[in-house]
C-alpha cells in the first residue's frame, strides 16, 4: 500500500516546551499524521532507541519514548502511563515523549500490555501496578547493567533523573541502554508506595493538549489513503429491520459515484457490531457519496419491533411495576411487609429515557484491504477489539490485521463508536473494491444507530421510623436492554440504588431486565447516572418527610463509612450546603459511588416564577483514594459533571415508530457554555491502600443536587428527565 | 466545476460540483483536516472557519461562495502554535477529545478580533454555537479571557 503525502508535514512532530504549575517544563512527542497513525510500523517510532521492554526505549540523547497501549479520547491515558513509567524509571519529565504502541504485535506476541482497552475509568485504578512494574523493572536493568559495568553489585547503584552512580562513577541511562536491554532480572522489583512518589501526585499538563490546537491531531475520520474511496450510510432506521428493495437508479449517474453496496444482516450473527442490512453509496468523495445516497428510495420492513414507542416501553414498565421481579439485593425482615403495614410511607416512581453517546467524530472507520496486509482506522476504546472485528469479518489472520491507533473524538463507554456495524461495513467494501474505503455515517446515522443507553423506570418506597430516618426501602426497576441480556443490562440496572451505603434494615432491590430491538451498552457512568439521579432525589424526599436535613441525614446514614465521611464532612465545609433561602433559590446536595470513587455534589441554582432555570455553580468533592495528577482528575470532574447535567436537562432520545426521531443537534440538545456553570473541584482523599476512578464519577451525583436545589427553589420535584421539559414556574 | 480558492494564503484549484459544502472540499480535495464534521447543519460549530476574518459555518457554505475571500483554517493560525488563542487554550488546558477545539478556536478568534476583551456575556453569545461533549466550557471561557490579556501584552 502507499501512503501519499498530506501535505500538513509542518504540522507534525512539533516538539515544544510549556510552563505548566509549579514551573515544571514539559516536552512532549506526540505522534502526528506520519509517525505513528499512517506509518506503517508505528512501534518503530523513534527508530534510534533502544528497548529495554515493550513498553519503553531510550534514546542516544536520553529521551525516553513510552509506548501506550491505551488509546486517548482527553481523559489523559497517555500522560498518566507515561507518567507512571517516568515515575518508576526515575528519568525527569522534559525528557519524556509518548508515543502509541503497536496492536498487532500486542495480540501476536504474548499480550505483553497485559491490558488495553481503556474503559470504566480503570487505568490508574487497577493498571498501575503492571504500569509502573515496567518502568521499575527497567531502572532496574540499567542498575544492574551498570553494576556489571563497574564491577559492583547492584544494590550499590542509584538510578535517579536519568543518571547511574555509584561513588564517585556515574553515566547517564542512555549510556546502558543496550546492556539493559539484555538484562535479566532474579526478582522484578515491587512498585514505590505513594508517599515515596515525585512526580505522582503532582499537576501536569496533559501531553495531547498542544496538538490539538493547531488540527494536527490525527483521528481516525481524518484518513487519507492514496486511491481511498469514501461511502455514505443508510442504515435501517429501526435496528434489525430488513431491507426490502431500493431504486439507485437516480444515484448511479452521479459524478464521482463507485458503486452502490447493499448489506445484509448474517444467519446468526446478532451482535451489536455485526452488519446489519443497510444501503452504501461508494464515491471519490464523502460528500457525493452522500447526496448521491439521498437520491436512492429504500422500502424497509420494521417488522413488530416497528410498533415500539416510548409510550409502549412506559405501558410494559408500569404492568412489571406489580411483578416481582429478579431480586438483587435483600437484608433485613420482610420489607414490603414493614411498608405495607407502616402509616408514615415515602413513594415515588422516576424515568430516564434513551440516550446517546452523540461522541463529537461521527462513527467512521476507515480500511484498506490487500492480500498481505489489512489496515484499519477507528475511534475504538479498544484497538483489540477492531482488529478482532476486520479479522473476523473478512476471515483474516488477525496477524494480518493492523490497527492503527489515533486520537479519538470523544468515547463516553460503548467501546467508542467503532464498534459498531461501520468497521464491518468499511473492511467489505475495501475488500470488494481492492481499494481503501472511509465510511463515515453522519450525525443522523451516527445518533440513530448507535448503542445507546437503556431507559428505565423505577418505583422506590420506604418506611420512615419514629426518629424519621427509613425503616424499610424498596425499589423495583423495569430497565429495556438490547436482547434483554446485555452485559450491561442486569449489573447497571439498579446499580447505586441496591449499592446504596445507607443503613435501612430492612432493603429489597428488584429488577426486571427487559428485552427490546434497540442495542445498548455502557455510557459513561453506567447505572449511576442513570440510578445517581434517582437514588440521590429519594433521599431528599425521604430526609423531609422525616424532619431531617438532606446533608445531616446522609452524614448520618453513612456514620462508619470513613469514605463517603469524609466527602460529607468535606462537602459541609466547602459548598455552603443551606435549606434557609427565599423562594427562588435553592441549594441541594447529592453523593454516589461509581467506579469505586465516591463523589459528592453541591449546586447553587435560581428559578424565576417563570420557571427559568439558572445553575449559579456547582461544587464538586472527591474521593477516589489516591489521584496520580489533580489537574487531570479535575478536568474529568469538570466534564462528568457536563455530560450528565446534558441529559438530565436536555437529551432524552424520542422512541417513536421503533425508531429514534430526534437525531441531531438542533433537537437532541446537549450542555452549551452558556448554560454550564463554573465547576469548583475539592478532593478528600482517605489515601488508605484502595484506587477508585476519577474520568466518570463526578458525572452521577451532579443532576440530583440540582435537582434537589430545583426543589427548594420551587417547591416541585422533577423525576424524570429532561428535566428542562418540566414546568419550573413557582408562584 | 473548477474553483481557484484562496485558503491559509496558499491558492488551490478544485473541481467539485459548486454547491459542494467547503468543509468537504477542504478535509477531503485540499486534505486540510483540522476543521472537522460534527453535524451538517450548522448545530455544532466544529467546522467553523474564516471567511475574511468572519467565523462561518464551513458544513453548511457552498464552495463557491468563498472563491475570492480569504478562508483561514485552524492550520492558518499559526506555525507553530504561537497564536494568542492557542497559547491561551494550551496554558489552561482547554481540550479534552479535542475533536471540537478547532472550531471553538476558530470562534474564540473571530470573537476576539471583533471585541477584544470580551465579557463572560460576550464568550456566551459568540460560543453557544460550539458544542463540546467533553464539556470543557469552563477552560474554554478562562481560555478566551487569557487569549484576550496575551494579545494585548
Given at each position: 500500500m502507499t501512503l501519499i503525502?498530506?501535505?500538513?508535514?509542518?504540522?507534525?512532530?512539533i516538539r515544544s516546551a510549556l510552563g505548566v504549575g509549579g514551573g515544571m517544563m514539559l516536552g512532549f512527542h506526540i505522534p502526528g499524521v506520519e509517525a505513528?497513525?499512517?506509518?506503517?510500523?508505528?512501534?518503530?517510532?523513534?527508530?534510534?532507541g533502544v528497548e529495554i521492554n515493550a513498553w519503553l526505549t531510550i534514546d542516544a540523547d536520553g529521551a525516553v519514548t513510552i509506548r501506550v497501549p491505551h488509546t486517548e479520547q482527553g481523559q489523559g491515558a497517555l500522560t498518566a502511563v507515561s507518567m507512571m513509567v517516568a515515575e518508576e524509571l526515575?528519568?525527569?519529565?522534559?525528557s519524556v515523549h509518548a508515543v502509541f504502541a503497536d496492536m498487532n504485535r500486542h495480540v501476536n506476541d504474548g499480550?505483553?500490555?497485559?491490558v488495553t482497552t481503556t474503559h470504566g475509568?480503570?487505568?490508574?485504578?487497577?493498571?498501575h501496578p503492571h504500569i509502573m512494574r515496567a518502568g521499575a523493572s527497567a531502572r532496574e536493568r540499567l542498575k544492574q547493567a551498570a553494576a556489571e559495568a563497574w564491577g559492583i553489585?547492584?544494590?550499590?547503584v542509584t538510578a535517579r533523573q536519568g543518571t547511574l552512580a555509584a561513588g564517585d562513577r556515574s553515566g547517564a541511562y542512555a549510556e546502558f541502554a543496550t546492556a539493559a536491554a539484555g538484562v535479566t532480572l532474579d526478582r522484578e522489583p515491587e512498585i514505590r508506595a505513594?508517599?515515596?512518589?515525585?512526580?505522582?501526585?503532582t499537576e501536569v499538563a496533559r501531553l495531547d493538549v498542544p496538538v490539538?490546537?493547531?488540527?494536527?491531531a490525527h483521528y481516525a475520520i481524518d484518513t487519507r489513503l492514496d486511491g481511498m474511496v469514501y461511502a455514505a450510510v443508510k442504515n435501517c432506521?429501526?435496528?434489525w429491520g430488513h431491507l426490502v428493495g431500493y431504486d439507485a437508479e437516480a444515484a448511479k449517474?452521479?459524478?464521482?459515484v463507485v458503486a452502490v453496496v447493499e448489506f445484509r444482516a448474517e444467519e446468526g450473527?446478532?451482535?451489536?457490531?455485526h452488519l446489519q442490512d443497510a444501503i452504501a453509496v461508494v464515491a471519490d468523495s464523502w460528500y457525493r457519496a452522500k447526496t448521491a445516497l439521498d437520491l436512492i428510495t429504500i422500502e424497509w420492513?420494521?417488522?413488530?419491533?416497528?410498533?415500539?414507542?416510548d409510550e409502549t416501553q412506559a405501558a410494559e414498565a408500569r404492568r412489571l411495576w406489580e411483578e416481582t421481579g429478579e431480586v438483587s439485593h435483600e437484608e433485613g425482615g420482610d420489607t414490603l411487609d414493614v411498608i405495607a403495614s407502616s402509616d408514615r410511607v415515602v413513594s415515588a416512581e422516576y424515568h430516564r429515557p434513551y440516550e446517546t453517546h452523540?461522541?463529537?467524530?461521527p462513527i467512521n472507520a476507515t480500511v484498506s484491504v490487500t492480500d498481505e496486509r489489512v489496515e484499519v482506522w477507528s475511534p475504538t476504546q479498544d484497538q483489540t477489539t477492531a482488529l478482532e472485528i476486520v479479522a473476523d469479518q473478512l476471515g483474516?489472520?488477525?496477524?494480518d490485521v493492523h490497527v492503527n491507533t489515533v486520537f479519538i473524538?470523544?468515547?463516553?463507554?460503548?467501546?467508542?463508536?467503532?464498534?459498531?456495524a461501520v468497521t464491518r461495513q468499511a473492511a467489505v467494501i475495501s475488500e470488494q473494491l481492492g481499494r481503501p474505503a472511509k465510511v463515515i455515517w453522519t450525525r443522523e446515522e451516527d445518533i440513530s444507530q448507535d448503542k445507546q443507553r437503556p431507559p428505565h423506570y423505577t418505583r422506590l418506597a420506604a418506611a420512615l421510623g419514629e426518629d424519621g430516618l427509613p425503616e424499610a426501602f424498596f425499589s423495583r426497576a423495569a430497565w429495556f436492554t438490547y436482547?434483554?441480556?446485555?452485559?450491561?443490562g442486569p449489573a447497571t440496572a439498579d446499580y447505586s440504588i441496591g449499592t446504596m451505603p445507607y443503613r435501612v434494615a430492612n432493603r429489597r432491590h428488584e429488577r426486571h431486565n427487559v428485552a427490546a430491538h434497540i442495542p445498548t451498552t455502557t455510557h459513561r457512568a453506567p447505572g449511576a447516572n442513570q440510578n445517581g439521579f434517582i437514588i440521590e432525589q429519594f433521599v431528599d424526599e425521604m430526609a423531609l418527610a422525616g424532619g431531617w436535613d438532606p446533608l445531616e441525614w446522609r452524614i448520618e446514614m453513612t456514620r462508619d463509612l470513613e469514605p463517603w465521611q469524609r466527602v460529607l464532612a468535606k462537602l459541609k465545609e466547602v459548598?455552603?450546603?443551606?435549606?434557609?433561602?427565599?423562594?427562588?433559590e435553592g441549594v441541594g446536595v447529592a453523593v454516589v459511588e461509581d467506579h469505586g470513587s465516591y463523589c459528592g455534589a453541591c449546586a447553587t441554582v435560581s428559578v424565576s416564577r417563570g420557571g427559568e432555570l439558572r445553575i449559579e455553580k456547582i461544587v464538586l468533592v472527591m474521593n477516589s483514594?489516591?489521584?496520580?495528577n489533580p489537574l487531570n482528575c479535575a478536568e474529568q470532574m469538570e466534564g462528568a459533571a457536563c455530560w450528565e447535567l446534558s441529559h438530565a436537562l436536555y437529551g432524552g432520545l424520542r422512541l417513536e415508530g421503533g425508531r429514534?426521531?430526534?437525531?441531531?443537534f438542533d433537537s437532541y440538545n446537549l450542555m452549551r457554555i452558556d448554560q454550564m456553570p463554573e465547576v469548583e473541584t475539592h478532593f478528600a482523599l482517605s489515601e488508605d491502600g484502595w484506587w477508585g476512578g476519577v474520568a466518570?464519577?463526578?458525572?452521577?451525583?451532579t443532576p440530583a443536587a440540582v435537582a434537589n436545589a430545583i426543589f427548594f427553589a420551587t417547591g416541585k420535584r422533577v423525576r424524570s428527565t429532561p428535566m428542562m421539559e418540566h414546568d419550573l414556574s413557582w408562584s | 466545476m473548477a474553483f481557484r480558492l484562496n485558503v491559509n494564503g496558499a491558492a488551490y484549484d478544485v473541481d467539485v460540483?459548486?454547491?459542494?459544502?467547503l468543509l468537504w472540499v477542504l478535509r477531503?480535495?485540499?486534505?486540510?483536516?483540522?476543521t472537522k464534521f460534527g453535524?451538517?447543519?450548522?448545530?455544532?460549530?466544529?467546522?467553523t472557519v474564516h471567511i475574511d476574518g468572519q467565523a462561518v459555518?464551513?458544513?453548511?457554505?457552498?464552495v463557491d461562495s468563498a472563491v475570492g475571500y480569504e478562508v483561514t483554517t485552524i492550520?492558518?493560525?499559526s506555525e507553530d502554535n504561537s497564536h494568542p488563542v492557542q497559547r491561551a487554550w494550551i496554558e489552561h488546558t482547554a481540550?479534552?477529545?479535542?475533536?471540537?477545539q478547532s472550531g471553538q478556536i476558530m470562534a474564540a478568534v473571530a470573537l476576539l478580533m471583533e471585541?477584544?476583551?470580551?465579557s463572560d456575556s460576550d464568550i456566551d453569545a459568540a460560543m453557544a454555537g460550539n458544542l463540546c461533549r467533553c464539556g470543557t466550557y469552563q477552560r474554554i471561557r478562562r481560555a478566551i479571557h487569557r487569549a484576550a490579556e496575551l494579545s494585548q501584552a
Open positions: 503525502d498530506t501535505g500538513i508535514s509542518r504540522r507534525t512532530l505513528a497513525v499512517v506509518a506503517p510500523r508505528p512501534w518503530t517510532v523513534p527508530t534510534d526515575d528519568v525527569p519529565w522534559e499480550r505483553e500490555y497485559i475509568s480503570q487505568l490508574v485504578r487497577m493498571q553489585d547492584r544494590s550499590e505513594p508517599g515515596q512518589w515525585w512526580l505522582l501526585g490539538k490546537v493547531n488540527g494536527g432506521p429501526v435496528p449517474d452521479r459524478p464521482g450473527r446478532t451482535g451489536p457490531n420492513d420494521f417488522g413488530p419491533e416497528g410498533e415500539v414507542s452523540a461522541r463529537m467524530e483474516r489472520d488477525r496477524r473524538g470523544g468515547a463516553f463507554g460503548g467501546d467508542g463508536g467503532g464498534n459498531t436482547q434483554g441480556a446485555s452485559r450491561h459548598a455552603g450546603f443551606t435549606t434557609d433561602l427565599p423562594r427562588g483514594g489516591y489521584i496520580i429514534f426521531t430526534n437525531l441531531n466518570e464519577p463526578g458525572g452521577p451525583p | 460540483e459548486p454547491e459542494t459544502p477531503d480535495t485540499i486534505g486540510l483536516t483540522g453535524c451538517g447543519i450548522a448545530q455544532c460549530g466544529a467546522c459555518r464551513s458544513c453548511v457554505t457552498s492550520e492558518g493560525l481540550p479534552q477529545c479535542g475533536y471540537c471585541t477584544p476583551n470580551p
